[in-house]
């Protein structure tokens, strides 16, 4: 089969088309005004311009005017409901300590802390198009992407390549190298790196597909970003899997700018494994749970061969990721001849679990996923995809590529981009487009030597903000 059986023949959203007047604020403000979404900006904490500029701690809404903020796609904002979340699981901790673990209590919008991780993933498979039972909320991005490599990169002397992305994140980078090393090969025989042709910066499926089929014979995981933070690239989540999987290659997916940003359907696409983190898109806070998908054919459990004898696919065991009935019984052993475990996994991805997750993580991440649920991820990209055509739109209106002092290296077609733009600027400019994005209180950010990143988040930026940014951006950019 050639890779043209595979590729896409026509992009599924259709670019918007602006009118005339697009570049007045009237029409930014027309936009807003026909936002469906635009009730969710209320539902965030949109940093004043008072307390961006102090190097004080302050309290936020003491000053009326707002920063602009366009940094989603590094950390979102706060959510209004994080407080409440906070102050419940703090107000458990302190009325009725360890019984948190096991108690449900009324008026509180939080779960006994045992069922915190599944309350929170009950809301998060909508967010990637999974079964419950396929989603967990637990660890960090890179630390579950370990786990997750410990239990499906089973290298042989034939197969022992992993694909990744040329400009990886540096987290992936260093987890796939150090995984190989593990297992006592040469990462420089064992890594193989898919980049786009020289000159450019976004990677075809076409080419993809071709480096998959290159490398076929010796690939054991293919893991790529679903989109590529520097550029912002939306990669073919479906195409590339499929393709993968039908060379025997184990697909894994790092979600960490997809997540909260793009719809996605995990399940439906046959995706092995997937890790993701929720401080960006999905605004649970800096550093917050992160999560993982599991395929729901890698976490069956089969008791087929007795009850003492459960036959599941191998992973790195913690307490957690143990039956919830027995876990805390502590019989975790019997004497044969020797010692050995009574591990019994939960089915699904549950039973990757390691360790008691965070209280205070889960109440922090279940108060951002309240929001989510009042919306869906169709409309959330609905938005998102038109207010990104807008931030394109107004960037290159009035420009030629002659004229034009930047390059937005992120896909022109909306199926193949999330909500940010990387705008490559001519060498020497980003000091001064940087402060005067700094003075106007606009919040994005850059990429040495010559990148900035534009994120217009659809829960809480509008349309006017987009406009405003396009005046101080093209402004700095205006010869001296």
């Given at each position: 089969m050639?890779?043209?059986?595979y590729?896409?023949?026509?992009s ?6 602006f009118p005339?007047h697009a570049?007045?604020v009237g029409?930014a403000?027309l936009?807003?005004s026909e ?6 900006r209320e539902?965030?904490?949109i940093p004043s ?6 190097k ?6 003491l ?7 366009f940094c989603?796609n590094s950390?979102g904002?706060?959510?209004k409901?994080t407080s409440?979340?906070?102050?419940a699981?703090l107000?458990t901790w302190?009325s009725?300590?360890?019984?948190g ?9 939080l779960k006994?802390?045992?069922?915190l991780?599944?309350?929170a993933?009950e809301q998060m498979?909508k967010i990637v198009?999974a079964?419950p039972e ?7 991005l890179?630390?579950n992407?370990?786990?997750l490599l410990a ?6 002397e034939?197969?022992h390549?992993?694909?990744?992305d040329w400009k990886a ?6 987890a ?5 090393a593990w297992?006592?090969?040469?990462p ?9 042709d020289?000159?450019e910066?976004?990677?075809s499926t076409?080419?993809?597909?071709a ?10 995981v293919?893991l ?6 520097y550029?912002?690239q939306?990669f073919?989540?479906?195409t ?6 039908a060379r025997?290659?184990?697909v ?5 700018h997809?997540?909260a940003n ?5 399940h439906d696409?046959?995706v092995?494994?997937a890790a ?16 993982l998908?599991?395929?729901e054919?890698h976490g069956?459990?089969d008791?087929s ?5 459960p036959q599941y696919?191998?992973?790195?065991t913690?307490?957690y990721?143990g039956d ?6 502590m019989?975790?052993?019997?004497l ?14 549950g039973?990757?679990q390691v360790s008691n997750p965070s209280a205070?993580?889960?109440?922090s991440?279940c108060?951002a996923?309240s929001?989510?649920?009042e919306?869906?991820?169709a409309?959330?990209?609905k ?9 394109e739109?107004?960037l290159l209106?009035?420009t ?11 896909p ?5 981009r999330g ?7 001519k ?5 001064k487009?940087?402060?005067?994005l700094?003075d ?10 010559d990148?900035?990143r ?9 349309f006017?903000e ?5 005046q101080?951006?093209?402004?700095a950019?205006e010869?001296?």
């Amino acid at each position: 089969m050639t890779n043209s059986n595979y590729l896409n023949p026509a992009s599924k959203l259709a670019k918007p088309v602006f009118p005339s007047h697009a570049g007045t604020v009237g029409y930014a403000k027309l936009l807003d005004s026909e936002d469906a979404l635009s009730s969710l900006r209320e539902k965030f904490i949109i940093p004043s311009v008072a307390n961006v500029r102090s190097k004080k701690l302050a309290k936020p809404g003491l000053s009326p005017e707002s920063c602009l903020y366009f940094c989603g796609n590094s950390l979102g904002l706060q959510p209004k409901a994080t407080s409440k979340y906070l102050e419940a699981q703090l107000d458990t901790w302190s009325s009725i300590g360890v019984m948190g673990h096991f108690t449900d209590l009324e008026d509180s919008p939080l779960k006994q802390w045992q069922l915190l991780a599944e309350q929170a993933s009950e809301q998060m498979c909508k967010i990637v198009g999974a079964s419950p039972e396929e989603v967990i909320a637990m660890g960090t991005l890179t630390m579950n992407l370990h786990l997750l490599l410990a239990s499906f990169y089973k290298p042989s002397e034939k197969k022992h390549r992993i694909l990744l992305d040329w400009k990886a994140f540096p987290s992936d980078h260093y987890a796939i190298e150090s995984q190989i090393a593990w297992h006592g090969l040469d990462p420089k025989n064992s890594m193989v790196f898919l980049g786009p042709d020289d000159g450019e910066f976004v990677i075809s499926t076409s080419k993809i597909l071709a480096t998959i089929d290159e490398h076929a014979d010796e690939t054991a995981v293919l893991l790529l970003p679903g989109i590529q933070y520097y550029t912002g690239q939306l990669f073919d989540i479906p195409t590339i899997t499929e393709y993968a999987r039908a060379r025997n290659i184990i697909v894994g997916w790092d979600l960490a700018h997809a997540y909260a940003n793009v719809e996605l359907k995990l399940h439906d696409w046959n995706v092995d494994f997937a890790a993701w983190c929720t401080y960006k898109y999905g605004n649970a806070g800096p550093g917050s749970m992160g999560g993982l998908f599991v395929h729901e054919k890698h976490g069956e459990v089969d008791y087929s061969h007795g009850e003492d004898s459960p036959q599941y696919r191998h992973r790195l065991t913690g307490w957690y990721g143990g039956d919830r009935a027995v876990r805390f019984k502590m019989d975790n052993r019997k004497l044969i001849v020797w010692c050995q475990t009574e591990f019994r996994p939960i089915p699904g991805a549950g039973g990757f679990q390691v360790s008691n997750p965070s209280a205070v993580d889960l109440a922090s991440l279940c108060a951002a996923l309240s929001v989510f649920s009042e919306t869906s991820m169709a409309e959330i990209r609905k938005k998102s995809v038109l207010m990104t055509a807008y931030l394109e739109h107004l960037l290159l209106d009035g420009t030629t590529d002659e004229t034009r002092q930047f390059r937005i290296i992120t896909p022109a077609d909306p199926m193949a981009r999330g909500a940010q733009l990387s705008l490559l600027l001519k060498p020497g400019l980003l000091p001064k487009v940087s402060k005067a994005l700094q003075d106007a209180c606009i919040i994005c950010d850059k990429r040495e030597p010559d990148v900035i990143r534009v994120a217009p988040a659809p829960l809480y930026n509008s349309f006017t903000e987009v406009w405003s940014f396009c005046q101080v951006f093209k402004q700095a950019l205006e010869v001296e």
